[in-house]
């Protein structure tokens, strides 16, 4: 059985790209791969990409997705970009503290708040 | 106790954690409970599959689980070599915090209230108190 493959809704503003996932509240293992390789072509195209993930619609994830975000991380920074992860529910903000992954990530409270920081 | 013999498939597991959590609600776990557990098999069942069985379709990944008003028991199986679960570097030191792998295992032991392995190592117990 294939999953569908997991939207997710790209905006961009001045040239800092939003994505926020559409329509899938668990990043799970099955998604989480689809999700990095888009994520990954974003940074691609981009000559030096700003990049803000809205994690709104997200109320759960494991292991692979901070795989995934690290490893998204290190490619935005050896372009000399930056990331920004915003709106992260407090059950998923305790597993960056537990992992302490808090200290690697630049995370905000709101989109509104990752947008300043990059303008 | 039931017991489901799964292939090394992620949309198998993910079906299984899906009838362990309907099991949660139906005894009232709470969200935060219900979030631990779901992790915790997403984590186990993920190491079982990846590194266990090494997706190899010919081997299975077993899982009994029980489900009561006290508390939930889970364990999962893989037909692997096992491994020594010390033997796994500490994610969160300075020197392992940006490696991508070799964080599922202490969210294990950070989201539930008991975790360990037999002698082996292809075999994790889990436990989850509904409190």
Known sequence: MREEAPRLNV????????????????????????????????????????????????????SSALGMLITLHKRIREKKGHLRLCNIQPAIYEVFVITRLNEIFQISESRHQALDSLT | MQERVIPSDLTAA?????????????????????FAVRLAMEEGLNNAIKHGNRRDQSKTVTVCYEVTAE??????????????????PDPTA???????CGRGIMLMHAYMDDVHYNDRGNKVFLVKRNT
Do not use: C, W
């Open chain 1, 11 to 62: 905006t961009v503003e001045n040239d800092i790209t939003v994505v926020e996932l559409a329509d899938r509240k668990i990043l799970d293992e099955i998604s989480i791969s689809q999700i990095g390789e888009k994520l990954n072509a974003l940074v691609a195209e981009a000559e030096r990409p700003k990049l803000v993930l809205d994690f709104a619609n997200v109320s759960h994830m494991s």
């Open chain 2, 14 to 34: 993910k079906e299984l954690e899906e009838q362990v959590l309907r099991e949660l609600d139906r005894h009232g776990y709470s969200e935060v409970a219900s």
């Open chain 2, 71 to 88: 508390e939930a028991r889970i364990t999962i199986q893989d037909e692997g070599p096992g491994f020594h679960p010390e033997d796994v």
């Open chain 2, 94 to 100: 300075d020197e392992n915090l940006e490696k991508p």
